[in-house]
């Protein structure tokens, strides 16, 4: 069975930089449309950014623009999101995501496999 595994959250303060790693195992990485997502408590997730197979086509939620940019590298099989000027409200669990999609959607429904997810906390 395929495994996404997802690293390097923590602890921060705010306008501090994390960048968060997604190792996909067992899959055909590059076949894949890759995604974050993202769950403060009591909250719904999320979309954060998504990325298509060839890392051409991204998008990004709103809030997180300018300050976070998702890349891949296929030939590593790891997704990434670098996160910079991090703010209290960026505090969740940070999920990646594996879409068999052809297009880079925001709707959970689109993505097929999820890692089990890495805390972010950013203190003011």
């Known amino acids: 069975q395929g495994q996404l595994v997802e690293s390097g959250g923590g602890l921060v303060q705010a306008g501090g930089s994390l960048r968060l790693s997604c190792t996909v195992s067992?899959?055909?990485?590059?076949?894949?449309?890759m995604g974050w997502f993202r769950q403060a408590p009591g909250k719904e997730r999320e979309f954060v950014a998504g990325?298509?197979?060839?890392?051409?086509?991204?998008s990004y939620t709103d809030s997180v623009k300018d300050r976070f940019t998702i890349s891949r590298d296929n030939a590593k099989n790891t997704l990434y999101l670098q996160m910079n000027n991090l703010q209290p409200t960026d505090t969740a669990v940070y999920y990646c995501a594996a879409s068999r999609s052809s297009v880079v959607g925001r709707s959970t429904h689109l993505y097929n496999y999820w890692g089990q997810g890495t805390q972010v906390t950013v203190s003011s």
């Open positions: 990325i298509d197979w060839v890392g051409k086509t991204t």
């Open positions: 067992g899959r055909t990485f590059s076949a894949y449309v």
